[in-house]
């Protein structure tokens, strides 16, 4: 006698309904197959896992560069970026399981941070006696954003107090996600805001630089009259650059990778032991890695929950985005400093995609990046603090 052939498991609460926190199932074949899992021939034989992975990174990577390539001819600032980063989410909402792997990811960090170094100069020395003051301002936005956030999610959209706190921290997600784990808040709400909250971060600054016409003249990298670097200068650059990118990487620093590069290049630069541009050529082919991998953190079967979770996500995002907005306009307006400068320095996080976006519109990446640094540390020290004291209160459970 043949055994029962054992029915089809349940649908999980992300497909369907169940408890919060229970892992996805999303997007699974019939039979319980996970996306990207090996597929079986007639012959019931499986595909070798490697032809399946090699080919998930494949389409992925050709997703980028189709959209890249799309945006930059259509003159959108640093549109291998975003283009790159809206082709991969679309590919990754309609089924398919995009992946770009750490060995890919990883050096490309590196890389754009040296990059993104070379366009540290002079004039960031003197805009630093500002910094102080302007780091005050982020922190006082950040408690404002968090706690207007917060109240849009949990006292109108009836999203519990944990959840609804966590999904409302601009940036430090492997921080939020972690925390999040702990006192166990949804973490599907949390993943789906915060990629949606990246997602039209770096679609709207690019297009706020062509309305402004800042960074028209140089889509992919700001253009600059010195000669090239030569081949001593250049080996030079990327040694020390990866030195920084791997002690600030083990020092957990969010993007430390490229946060490491680009310090180590802006001393280089700003001491004049190198004073020729890096080649320009492999740039753009690392933005549009940079932008799959941000694309990529939608996985198959989120478009189920982009109805239930997209509004309150995007209203949570104009909240942010409004406070942010105004100010950067005070500071630009107080302290002088260029108003697209201050607005992605104030933006609601994404702090490795907003430096390269400030380096290809040819404003001062470190002003950038301190102030993403600030606000990670700031958002580091009080997370678990804040989250254990916000789970024990009472609120609506769903």
């Not at 050709?62 to 959108?76: F, I, P, T």
């Not at 959209?157 to 166990?184: H, K, R």
């Not at 307006?333 to 697209?340: A, D, K, Q, Y």
């Amino acid at each position: 006698m043949r055994p029962a052939r054992r029915s089809a498991p349940a649908a999980s609460p992300i497909c369907g309904s169940a408890s919060r926190g229970a892992p996805t199932t999303c997007g699974r074949r019939p039979g319980g197959s996970p996306p990207g899992s090996p597929a079986r021939s007639s012959a019931g034989v499986a595909a070798s896992p490697v032809r399946v992975r090699a080919l998930r990174i494949s389409v992925t990577l050709l997703a980028g560069a189709a959209g890249g390539s799309l945006a930059s001819y259509a003159g959108l600032p640093a549109g291998t970026l975003s283009g790159s980063l809206l082709a991969v989410a679309i590919v990754s909402l309609a089924g398919f399981p995009t992946e770009v792997p750490n060995w890919l990811r990883l050096p490309v960090y590196l890389f754009l941070g040296i990059y993104a170094g070379t366009g540290v100069g002079p004039e960031t020395i003197v805009q630093m006696r500002t910094w102080p003051v302007s780091f005050a301002v982020v922190l006082a936005t950040l408690v404002v954003v968090v706690a207007m956030s917060y109240r849009w999610l949990n006292r109108w959209c009836g999203w519990d107090p944990i959840s609804a706190l966590l999904a409302a921290m601009p940036g430090s997600l492997a921080m939020v996600m972690a925390t999040a784990e702990s006192v166990n808040a949804d973490l599907r709400k949390i993943a789906v805001t915060q990629t949606v909250r990246l997602l039209i971060l770096i679609e709207i600054i690019p297009l706020l630089a062509l309305l402004t016409g800042v960074g028209t003249g140089a889509p992919d990298a700001p253009v600059h009259e010195t000669a090239t670097a030569d081949l001593h200068q250049v080996a030079m650059v990327f040694a020390l650059g990866a030195v920084g990118g791997i002690l600030l990487m083990r020092a957990r620093l969010p993007g430390g990778l490229m946060l490491g590069g680009l310090i180590a290049t802006a001393v280089l630069y700003l001491t004049s032991a190198v004073d020729g541009q890096l080649p320009p050529g492999l740039v753009a082919p690392a933005t549009v890695v940079l932008g799959a991998v941000a694309g990529s953190r939608f996985r198959p079967g989120d478009w189920q929950l982009l109805p239930r979770l997209g509004g309150p996500a995007i209203v949570a995002f104009a909240i942010g985005m409004g406070i942010s907005l105004a100010a950067a306009t005070l500071v630009t307006v107080t302290l002088g400093v260029g108003f697209i400068q201050a607005f992605m320095a104030f933006a609601p996080g994404a702090i490795e995609a907003l430096i390269i976006v400030a380096f290809a519109l040819d404003v001062d990446p470190a002003y950038v990046a301190a102030h993403h640094v600030v606000r990670f540390f700031a958002i580091s020290l009080t997370t678990p603090l804040i989250a254990k004291w916000v789970s024990k209160r009472p609120g609506p459970r769903g």
